[in-house]
Nanobody, 115 residues
Framework: QVQLVESGGGLVQAGGSLRLSCTAS????????MGWYRQTPGKQREWVAT???????NYADSVRGRFTISRDNAADTVYLQMNSLKPEDTAVYYC?????????WGRGTQVTVSS
């Protein structure tokens, strides 16, 4: 069973930065891809960014140019560097890891951006 633990959320002013971390219970090489999603109350969870086993990255239009996803294989950790944060980035951010058989999710970390 895969376990994912997110950290790094918090309260930041608009224009500020945060770095989220997602540490997996096994090697990140075992996943087809890992990604970050976010959700606000009353809305569906939305995709933010993904990084594949081959280090290909993709971003939602709303965050491209501001957010960067990266991976430290030695630490079994995926990061989301978030710059130029906006109030509309406020959400619970979730980490996802996809294998051939299953998709695993972390419990989420709250990011709040004040105006």
């Amino acid at each position: 069973q895969v376990q994912l633990v997110e950290s790094g959320g918090g309260l930041v002013q608009a224009g500020g930065s945060l770095r989220l971390s997602c540490t997996a219970s096994r090697s990140t090489f075992s996943f087809i891809y890992m990604g970050w999603y976010r959700q606000t109350p009353g809305k569906q969870r939305e995709w933010v960014a993904t990084i594949t086993r081959g280090d290909t990255t993709n971003y939602a239009d709303s965050v491209r140019g501001r957010f960067t996803i990266s991976r430290d294989n030695a630490a079994d950790t995926v990061y989301l560097q978030m710059n130029s944060l906006k109030p509309e980035d406020t959400a619970v951010y979730y980490c996802k890891a996809q294998t051939v058989q299953v998709a695993a999710w972390g419990r989420g970390t709250q990011v709040t951006v004040s105006s």
